[in-house]
């Protein structure tokens, strides 16, 4: 693969100290919740939002990936009812101008070839804004819907590892190749047109585990992880040895992200009250008891007991640092993670368009005035 990287129009890689993103609402957003303003993916809705990031200058718009809701059985659950990332991606990015768009894809549910083709229209679509989230899995029905039974946790990752660099050969090679592996053959293999952004188009990867992290300091430019702590200076310990790790063991510079459930009110009580209204009381207990026994199964990041103790976290969120008061206290707290390193964040609401529009009218331009983003002018005017 060549060394030239040339990623002109894709804000990734832009001046502003603390990046932000929206994630996860190409399905239910990340809440285990019963309230009825929790987000729900229609194309209104999906566009709206959208174009409220884009149009405040939001560098990522993140799609997870799910084949199956993780409560057995219950076909019609939220968290079953997800659109697809790469059309998703690809419809997101005729319809804004500005953010990268994220599209994320495990390896066992779409041939390398076809996720190739995939990335390389939504990189042209977009003008060069896509970036691929590559994930190992965790959710053993869905993978075994494909006849494709979750593989042993390190060959996940093999497996993942064989997906991408085929997928990179497709990128970068003009000539067809080869490739006989532990997990593909190829033969003859090629793709054109090849994606506009050089060397390829930037890779995100989000692991818990040892082998999930080595994965993505050695192949990802975006390694998300979860902060472990409440505590900035653990915080910097965490990010640093990340980034530390990528560079001494794979000689690669990598961003950190991490991603955050945001409940901003005008008072901390407020806050706090919306916080246990929709996590607590109306907690989806289903919910956060099909997303915990699917992890506490499969993953490696956490035993079964931390998973139980933080069921009320999850609900909130899915985990990740909460965001949880007045906009001057999550400015601080931005401020903070940004002084920590974190490189960028990925938020989610229980009610996204109510959250950006808040937090584009109070949090934003306190951002700015503390020097971790610009004031934001967008260039284009979106397509119809
Ligand atoms: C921000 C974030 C996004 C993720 N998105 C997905 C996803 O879209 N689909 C999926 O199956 N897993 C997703 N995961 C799960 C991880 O890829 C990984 O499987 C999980 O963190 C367990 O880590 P491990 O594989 O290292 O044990 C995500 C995790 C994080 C933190």
Request: aromatic share 10%; charged share 20%; net charge negative.
């Amino acid at each position: 693969m060549s060394d030239i990287v040339s990623r002109p129009n894709n804000p990734l890689f832009g001046a502003n100290r603390l990046k932000i993103g929206i994630f996860g609402t190409n399905g239910k957003g990340s809440a285990h919740t019963l309230v009825p303003e929790a987000f729900k993916p229609s194309w209104d809705n999906v566009l709206n939002t959208a174009r409220i990031a884009d149009d405040a200058g939001y560098e990522a718009i993140v799609a997870y990936a799910r084949w199956k809701g993780y409560i057995q059985g219950r076909v019609s659950h939220p968290s079953g009812i997800i659109l697809d990332p790469f059309t998703y991606a690809a419809g997101v990015a005729q319809a804004t101008s500005h953010a990268a768009i994220f599209a994320t894809s495990h390896a066992p549910t779409i041939h390398p070839i076809a996720a190739a083709k995939q990335c390389a229209t939504i990189d042209i679509i977009s003008n060069g804004r896509l970036v691929l989230n590559v994930v190992a899995g965790w959710n053993k029905p869905e993978l075994e819907m494909f006849g494709a039974p979750l593989k042993e946790h390190t060959e996940r990752y093999e497996h993942l590892a064989e997906w991408l660099q085929i997928i990179e050969r497709l990128w970068s090679e003009n000539e067809e190749f080869d490739h006989e592996g532990k997990f593909f053959k190829i033969i003859k293999g090629m793709s054109m047109p090849k994606p506009l952004q050089a060397p390829r188009p930037p890779i995100m990867s989000a692991g818990g585990s040892d082998t999930g992290r080595r994965f993505a300091c050695e192949h990802a430019d975006i390694c998300f992880l979860l902060l472990h702590s409440e505590d900035p200076k653990e915080w910097e310990q965490q990010i640093s040895a990340y980034k530390k790790f990528a560079r001494e063991e794979f000689g690669r510079s990598v961003q950190v992200w991490t991603y955050a459930p945001v409940v901003q009110r005008d008072t901390m009580k407020e806050a706090q009250d919306y916080l246990h209204h929709y996590a607590v009381e109306n907690q989806d207990k289903d919910s956060v008891d099909g997303w915990i026994a699917g992890n506490a199964a499969t993953a490696k990041g956490m035993s079964p007991e931390t998973l139980q103790n933080l069921r009320t976290h999850f609900a909130a969120g899915g985990g990740g640092n909460q965001l949880v008061g007045t906009a001057d206290h999550i400015a601080e707290k931005l401020h903070q993670l940004s002084d920590a390193g974190l490189d960028g964040i990925l938020f989610t609401w229980v009610d996204f368009m109510d959250g950006l529009q808040r937090f584009n009218r109070d949090i934003m331009p306190m951002l700015e005035m503390r020097g971790l983003r610009a004031p934001f002018k967008a260039s284009a005017q979106h397509a119809a």
